[in-house]
Nanobody, 122 residues
Framework: VQLQASGGGLVQAGGSLRLSCRASGRTFSSYAMAWFRQTPGKEREFVSAINSNGGMTYYADSVKGRFTISRDNAKNTMYLQMNSLKPGDTAVYYC????????????????WGQGTLVTVSS
């Protein structure tokens, strides 16, 4: 499967952005999905995960209550709604996928998108 992330940009602190991750292929509904982020010089950080049918979600403590992960299997697309953005959310955001019907909250993903840059100004 190929993943294409989009929706990044420049936003002021307190603002919102919605990221999208579109997947190729006809079995998107069989894939667990997630969002990660990375800043220069730091390790890639887990942000949020969702299971294959969208019924289970999980968030890092740093984004809980501000970010919402969702998916539309009919559109082969996963989303990350980011509200109340902070300068500390500035990073390249990556989407990831693994052929698995459950939820995966670690780095055990097989497919990665190219990343989309989110910049939050203070």
């Amino acid at each position: 499967v190929q993943l294409q992330a989009s929706g990044g940009g420049l936003v002021q602190a307190g603002g919102s952005l919605r990221l999208s991750c579109r997947a190729s292929g006809r079995t998107f509904s069989s894939y667990a999905m997630a969002w990660f982020r990375q800043t220069p010089g730091k390790e890639r950080e887990f942000v949020s995960a969702i299971n294959s049918n969208g019924g289970m979600t999980y968030y890092a403590d740093s984004v809980k209550g501000r970010f919402t992960i969702s998916r539309d299997n009919a559109k082969n697309t996963m989303y990350l709604q980011m509200n109340s953005l902070k300068p500390g959310d500035t990073a390249v955001y990556y989407c990831a996928a693994k052929f698995y019907r459950g939820i995966i909250t670690n780095y055990d993903y097989d497919y990665w998108g190219q990343g989309t840059l989110v910049t939050v100004s203070s």
